[in-house]
């Protein structure tokens, strides 16, 4: 108990993935008053997305032209009831597998959605992982075998030299400028790649500030570098890898001369920032989940790079890069594994075969054409929660689409521009309103577990999302399937998949349960790399340079590097009128993609939607620092205020995203997904600019 009757309350925030310790004091009257926790301006901001008064408190039913914004307050049974109903219509109309599911924001509720998608006979269970983390999973396992423990940039003290690829801690990551990747350390070099001056770079003894979408090509540069100079662990990869010879005679014809004339970074520091990170081992690569694979060859660019640690033997050890193995691993309730293999193809299995493979869901990137045109296959109606148009790229074609469904209900927090689409729109609860059981996996060595209890009692008629699907499983006959309707009964059958002791800890200790445990101590090895014991679980057991499964697929089985499909070497034509390179998606700290942009005391600590434009580039075009610039590409013109600043490299255009009022993937290319993932080029395209002038009519294309 607290000054005047304040009890504190240990919770989590959900203000991104982290899900960090916050302790939340509340009155006599139950009401949130204040907040501890890390020193981060989102999760400090919890309060005001539960006591915003635009937040949505009870189910509304659309009663005006979508996206109008008309709506009127219903019941939750009859919210229910309608919902239930309309699946139900098409999937007697046309088949269970034309109705899809979307988990975007807040994630919490996916194995309760994807099961209710499963028992209701759909395989269209989709997630913003479409376009997030799951092709660098997916290429690192089919290379390695194992998820590299790459982007949590977790400190090692044996570190030696530390190469951050694309990746800004100071603008996405607690605790952001103090993050030690932001900063020098005594007895570590550290190269930064990456085509902004970030602060990360700044700190860098080495800036390689290549022009966006050429990772893969710098990567090979490296390789060519390190075999040249036989720096490369051959004893290693003559037992444990196949095809490296191929690879190093591919990558002969990528010196770091022509390299330098594709990248636009000097040759020179090329080979100093090669042999930094082959030599003064040992060395880490510190990765964004992200950022290398949003290229049309961004899968491939992304297995080069992960191949370094492997070539160099800095491939789990201390100091290197480990492998993630999940420490934490609730009981599945999702019933993938129990109804894959009876439903029909999932959205993108057709096209995506090596991606599905990996990920147990749908290509949402196709969720557009599969509404619009009917290809790969038809989809008439959606329930989603948490989604965003502004995640698809061509994002007002995304808009388009969910207008042309036959029915779309949705949860959010608020009426966003995507919720006034919808036919029925259902208050969600919050973080502080809501129960979960949150498992972290683990490095080689930890994970971490808690049970999350509800601090708050939901506003309003708010509900957990997880409720809502189970609440659906219920209308639609199946409450023996989902625990009829019972939230805490779903994650108790969750966390029966953890031990005895670790469950107890979980649900008892405020702070969870941290679990410890060593593989190889476990096992009865005595040596400190995982691989020497289990060996690569890739297709030929060893690491897979040239990959024999991308090869059964039809694709390239070597990291091949191919220019992004809009790029001033690719496309010189449309580079005429399209004269700049356009990249996107660089962090901020104070909001996660579109969340807390309505938040004032955020609002006011980043206040702008920013283009940034280096000063050689906005004075030949009259550009100056704010003002108002219109940045246009073949999908149209959004208007951004101009930062004119030389930490984008002279020829490039990065603009921040998430903004409703100028969003960018209005401007980002849907037609050259990467061909192996799906993953849309959010960072890599060609635009025009112009000062202040109207933006033209948006074209739709096709």
């Known amino acids: 108990m607290g000054a005047e009757g304040t009890t504190w309350k240990r919770t989590t925030c959900y203000e991104c993935d982290a899900n960090c310790a916050f302790d939340v004091a509340l009155n006599r009257a139950g009401q949130a008053v204040d907040l501890k926790g890390p020193n981060c301006p989102r999760g400090t901001a919890q309060l005001e997305r539960e006591y915003h008064p635009e937040r949505l408190l009870h189910p509304l039913k659309r009663v005006g032209p979508k996206g109008s914004g008309r709506f009127e307050r219903i019941s939750w049974d009859e919210a229910l009831d309608t919902i239930a109903g309309r699946l139900s219509e098409i999937r007697e109309t046309h088949g269970a597998e034309q109705a899809a599911f979307f988990a975007g924001y807040t994630k919490e509720a996916r194995p309760q959605l994807q099961r209710l998608a499963h028992a209701f006979g759909s395989p269209n269970y989709l997630t913003e992982s479409g376009c ?61 790649v990456d085509p902004r001056r970030t ?27 390190i075999f040249e100079n036989g720096w490369a662990d051959e004893a290693f990869l003559k037992r444990w890898a196949l095809g490296w010879n191929s690879l190093r005679d591919y ?23 090669a042999e930094l990170y082959a030599t003064s081992g040992p060395a880490q690569i510190a990765l964004s989940p992200t ?46 594994r129990e109804t894959i293999g009876e439903l029909p193809p999932r959205l993108g299995e057709e096209r995506f075969p090596v991606w599905t493979r990996y990920w147990p869901a749908g290509q949402s990137m196709l969720l557009p054409d599969a509404i619009l045109t009917g290809q790969p296959q038809p989809i008439q109606a959606l329930f989603a929660i948490g989604i965003n148009a502004s995640m698809w790229p061509n994002s007002r074609r995304m808009l388009a689409a969910l207008e042309a469904l036959d029915f779309f209900a949705c949860s959010d927090f608020f009426l966003t521009e995507t919720a006034k689409r919808a036919d029925i729109v259902l208050p969600a609860a919050t973080n502080l309103e809501r129960e979960a059981l949150v498992a972290y996996p683990g490095c080689q060595f930890r994970g971490e577990v808690r049970y999350r209890q509800a601090v708050l009692a939901p506003r309003g008629e708010a509900r957990p999302d997880a409720r809502i699907a189970l609440d659906l499983g219920v209308r639609l006959g199946m409450p023996e399937r989902f625990w009829h309707g019972d939230l805490a009964a779903s994650w108790a059958e969750a966390a029966e998949g953890l031990t ?53 697929a039809g694709y390239d089985g070597l990291p091949v590097y191919r220019e992004p499909a809009e790029s001033p070497l690719a496309s010189p034509a449309l580079a005429e009128d399209y004269p700049f390179v356009l990249t996107s998606g660089g962090r901020s700290k ?95 395209g060609l635009c025009a600019l112009a000062l202040g002038e109207a933006a033209e009519p948006y074209a739709m294309g096709e």
């Open 291 to 336: 950022a290398t694979v949003q290229h049309s060859n961004g899968f491939q660019n992304h297995r080069a790079i992960v191949l370094l640690p492997a070539v160099t033997g800095n491939l789990d050890i201390p100091g290197g890069n480990r492998f993630f193995l999940d420490k934490v691993r609730p009981k599945p309730i999702d019933l993938f």
């Open 500 to 552: 005895e002791e670790v469950r107890r800890r979980a649900y008892e200790d405020p702070d969870g349960a941290m679990v410890f445990s060593d593989v190889l101590e476990e096992e009865g090895f005595a040596g400190e790399r995982l691989y020497e014991l289990r060996g690569f679980p890739t297709a030929s057991g060893r690491i897979e340079f040239d990959s024999q499964e991308l090869r059964g």
């Open 251 to 273: 990558a002969r014809a990528f010196s770091p001369e022509h390299v330098s004339r594709i990248c636009g970074v000097d040759a020179d520091a090329i080979r100093r920032a």
């Open 199 to 225: 602060e990360t770079a700044e700190a860098a003894d080495i800036h390689l500030q290549i022009r966006p979408g050429t990772d893969g090509a710098l990567a090979l540069a490296f390789h060519n570098v």
């Open 590 to 684: 104070y909001y996660t993609h579109s969340q807390q942009q309505r938040f004032p005391g955020l609002a006011a600590k980043d206040p702008v939607p920013r283009a940034q434009i280096h000063p050689w580039d906005a004075d030949a075009q009259g550009i100056r620092d704010g003002a108002d610039v219109v940045v246009r590409t073949p999908r149209g013109a959004v208007t951004f205020t101009a930062e004119v600043t030389d930490a984008v490299k002279p020829g490039v255009v990065h603009c921040f995203h998430g903004w409703s009022k100028a969003d960018v993937n209005q401007l980002t290319d849907h037609l050259h997904l990467d061909p192996i993932s799906g993953f849309p080029p959010f960072k890599s």
């Open 132 to 192: 997030c983390f799951s092709a660098t999973l997916a290429a690192e396992k089919l290379t390695l075998g194992y998820r590299l423990k790459s982007a949590s940039l977790l400190e090692a003290e044996e570190t030696r030299c530390l190469l951050v690829w694309s990746t800004n801690p100071p603008a996405s990551v607690v605790p952001f400028e103090d993050h030690h990747a932001a900063r020098s350390k005594a007895g570590r070099a550290m190269v930064v």
